[in-house]
Nanobody, 117 residues
Framework: QVQLVESGGGLVQPGGSLRLSCAAS????????VTWYRQAPGKQRELVAV???????KYADSAKGRFLISRDTAKNMVFLQMNSLKPEDTAVYYC???????????WGQGTQVTVSS
């Protein structure tokens, strides 16, 4: 059974940092494109950062220069280091693992990030 579990969310002041973790069981992250998404209240879910199977990385414009996605193959985990956090970063952050051949798409339950003074 596949399970993705996010952790590391919480309440942080503007300008602070958080490190989100996504741990996987039942899948090997290095064989998937792993993406961090977020969804703020009343808004659509949006891509934050993705690390592909080949290790290539892409960021949303809102994340460039502040967030860093990484993968620990030995631990089968993916991380999202978030720095210089802003109130507009407040959202539930989700981990997604996807591959196309064979088709598979998995989601975690999400972790809440709140940036507020």
């Amino acid at each position: 059974q596949v399970q993705l579990v996010e952790s590391g969310g919480g309440l942080v002041q503007p300008g602070g940092s958080l490190r989100l973790s996504c741990a996987a069981s039942g899948v090997i992250f290095s064989r998937y494109d792993v993406t961090w998404y977020r969804q703020a209240p009343g808004k659509q879910r949006e891509l934050v950062a993705v690390i592909s199977r080949d290790g290539s990385i892409k960021y949303a414009d809102s994340a460039k220069g502040r967030f860093l996605i990484s993968r620990d193959t030995a631990k089968n985990m993916v991380f999202l280091q978030m720095n210089s956090l802003k109130p507009e970063d407040t959202a539930v952050y989700y981990c997604n693992a996807k591959r196309y051949v064979p088709n598979a798409n998995y989601w975690g339950q999400g972790t809440q990030v709140t940036v507020s003074s």
